[in-house]
């Protein structure tokens, strides 16, 4: 598992169009309900922006499923992250771009300095799959962003 620090910046593909399909490709993370094992968990989102706050202890365990947007074919997907410094910070944007001809929408998230009082060394596990349809997909060339086999 990767370690974040704070203030890393770190970038994952929201994608409408493509192949092969992300449903297959992330057969053993894709959950279809938000499941948290651990308590003092809040989430909150907005219009533009979506935001995931969590708080907790040191060794917290939280099992993450994010649905992003009402639109079907618009989600992210985040490899498993070890994060320092609780609660964590988690900004989503959804700006469009495009990769070979195929409209992309390029997410990013950051881990932020919230946790003032409590020491760098603590750390909480996180664990963020995604909730996909059957006709999402991955654009050649970022199949594997955001995968942990």
């Known amino acids: 598992m990767a370690r974040l620090r704070t203030g890393d910046f770190h ?8 192949s092969p399909p992300v449903n297959t490709i992330l057969k053993h993370v894709v959950s279809t309900e938000l499941s948290i094992s651990s308590q003092a968990v809040n ?21 993450i499923t994010l649905n992003l947007d009402a639109d079907d074919t618009q989600y992210l997907a985040f490899r498993n992250a070890q994060v320092t410094d609780t609660p964590i910070w988690l900004k989503f944007t959804t700006d469009a771009i495009a990769v070979n001809g195929t409209e992309v929408f390029e997410g990013a998230f950051m881990v932020g300095d919230i946790a003032r009082s409590m020491q760098p060394s603590q750390t909480v596990q996180v664990s963020i799959s995604l909730k996909l349809t059957p006709h999402a997909t991955v654009v050649p060339g970022f199949s594997t962003v955001g995968v942990t086999p």
């Open 11 to 18: 970038k994952v593909y929201l994608v409408s169009a493509g």
């Open 43 to 63: 989430a909150s989102s907005r219009d533009s922006d979506y935001e995931l706050f969590i708080s907790g202890k040191k060794d917290l365990s939280a099992s």
